[in-house]
């Protein structure tokens, strides 16, 4: 059974889009079918999966006009993307105008539930949709398809005042989508140590929410070396954590015969960093999947009431 | 950072509070496809009702033909799987060695190969230092004159 998840803030530079593919890739490598679709006419999560920018037309086109989607199958072992661009910019418009003409759209749900995992009969487990910022209608067409929300937020204020903007418009999405759940909040990009920062963001956190969904307990540290070692190279945070290790062997190697070491395409972060970042991706995934099975849990309990 | 100034956005969250504006996209959005809740049974699970508003109690239907396209392969979705159920306990530590904590700020291999380093411009300076001594004390008796 798949479920699908936003994520999504109405502020940009807040982790979205490399938070997204953490997420994807650390429960693929952990043996789940996941499926990821990029709405933002950026398309930056080419950049962190490792595969070419695309234009986004295909995906623009089912949801303007109910075309079939195309899949890039296979970006990872259980991971396929279906990718976004800037032929994005196009739906606003074609919402726009349609809407003058009372004519309606087939929207992303469709596009989405026609995506099917290849040559297995069980579907994705997992649908992560990465949102652009500053687009509602695109954000808006991402929560009416959407069964759970997920919110990384930065520590700052203009990231906390992001907060608003999606509540606003999850709040709307709900009268066409009254099953969309906020999943939690997610702190990303904190400086490792900042102890005191992290709780006092949390606790705003938790008074902004007033109840509403949990802050995960699992922040994304803020590794500058690590996210440019893994932009540049493609890598996901477990996959360079692997990378270092290999990279090790090789220093040992260099070391045991002498040979100086070239640092030119040396790795720029160290590879306890690189452990460490993987590290908390693979809890915020296992925290994020147990949210999502307490939330299930608690909707059979419900309907067998 | 100051808590008290944050506004309570709780009820937008939950649906207490309605929201300050409709949805831009709700006009024009096709009928939508909204999951059926996960259930026990895995028949459950593979229906799909059809919702336009928000009716708390659907009933389920046979999943129609999304609009404009080819409809979605009749797929069986198997039993529901708990995504975390096989999910280590949180606080436990996920990938990265009790050792990797502790030499966080420390890499071993880089200390060595900077000490490595270091020692190749000991041995280099040596060397120059070397061979410029004995280049001197070759050619001091030439300069001498005791050699011709």
Same mark, same amino acid.
């Given at each position: 059974m798949r479920r699908v998840v936003a994520i999504a803030n109405g502020k940009g530079g807040v982790g979205k889009t490399t938070l997204t593919a953490g997420l994807a890739g650390q429960a693929a490598s952990e043996g789940r079918r996941v499926l990821v679709v990029d709405t933002d006419p950026q398309g930056n999560l080419g950049r962190d999966l490792g595969?070419?920018?695309?234009?986004? =037309?295909?995906? =623009?086109?089912? #949801?303007?006009?109910?075309?079939?989607v195309e899949v890039s199958r296979g970006v990872r072992d259980g991971l396929d993307v279906v990718p976004g661009g800037p032929a994005l910019w196009d739906v606003g418009a074609a919402f726009t105008s349609r809407g003058a003409r009372g004519a309606s759209l087939p929207g992303l749900r469709p596009a989405v539930d026609r995506v099917r995992p290849e040559g297995i009969e069980k579907d994705y487990d997992l649908v992560l949709i990465d949102t652009p910022p500053g687009e509602p209608i695109l954000q808006e067409l991402v929560f009416a398809a959407s069964d759970y929300l997920i919110i990384p937020t930065r520590s700052d204020e203009a990231s906390l005042d992001g907060l608003v903007v999606v509540a606003q418009r999850f709040a709307a999405a709900r009268t066409v989508n009254p099953d969309l759940t906020l999943l939690g909040v997610v702190l990303f990009g904190v400086r490792a140590g900042s102890t005191r920062l992290i709780k006092r963001v949390e606790s705003a956190l938790d008074e902004t929410l007033g109840g509403a969904a949990p802050v995960f307990g699992t922040s994304i540290r803020y590794l500058e070396s690590a996210a440019v070692d893994m932009r540049s190279r493609g890598l996901l945070p477990h996959e360079l954590e692997r990378v270092h290790h290999g990279d090790k062997s090789a220093r #040992?190697?260099?070391?045991?015969?002498?040979?100086?070491?070239?640092?030119?395409?040396?790795?720029?972060?160290?590879? =306890?960093s690189a452990a460490r970042l993987a590290g908390d991706y693979t809890a915020l995934a296992h925290e994020v999947l147990a949210a999502i099975t307490e939330r299930e849990r608690r909707s059979r309990v419900e309907v067998a009431v | 950072m100051t808590p008290n100034s944050r506004p309570n956005l709780g009820g937008l969250f939950t649906g207490s509070t309605p929201p300050? !504006?409709?949805? @831009?996209?709700?006009?024009?959005?096709?009928? !939508?496809?909204?999951?059926?809740?996960? @259930? @026990?049974?895995?028949k459950d699970v593979t229906a799909a009702r059809e919702s336009t508003g928000p009716s708390p109690e659907p009933e389920p239907e046979p999943e129609p033909a999304p609009t404009g396209g080819t409809?979605?392969?009749?797929? @069986?979705?198997?039993?529901? !799987?708990?995504?975390?159920?096989?999910?280590?306990?949180?606080g436990a530590p996920v990938g990265q060695s009790t050792v990797a904590v502790a030499l966080e700020f420390i890499d071993p291999l880089r200390v060595?190969? !900077?000490?490595?380093?270091?020692?190749?411009v000991v041995l280099d300076v040596n060397r120059r230092a070397a061979i410029a001594l004995t280049t001197a004390a070759i050619s001091l008796p030439r300069r001498a004159g005791i050699w011709r």
């Open positions: 595969y070419g920018l695309q234009d986004g =037309s295909s995906l =623009s086109l089912a #949801i303007t006009h109910g075309l079939p #040992i190697n260099r070391l045991r015969k002498g040979v100086k070491v070239d640092t030119g395409d040396s790795l720029l972060s160290r590879d =306890s | 300050e !504006r409709s949805s @831009a996209v709700a006009a024009q959005l096709g009928p !939508r496809l909204v999951t059926a809740p996960p @259930a @026990a049974d895995s409809p979605a392969p009749n797929v @069986a979705s198997g039993p529901v !799987r708990e995504l975390g159920a096989e999910v280590p306990p949180l060595v190969e !900077r000490y490595f380093a270091f020692l190749q």
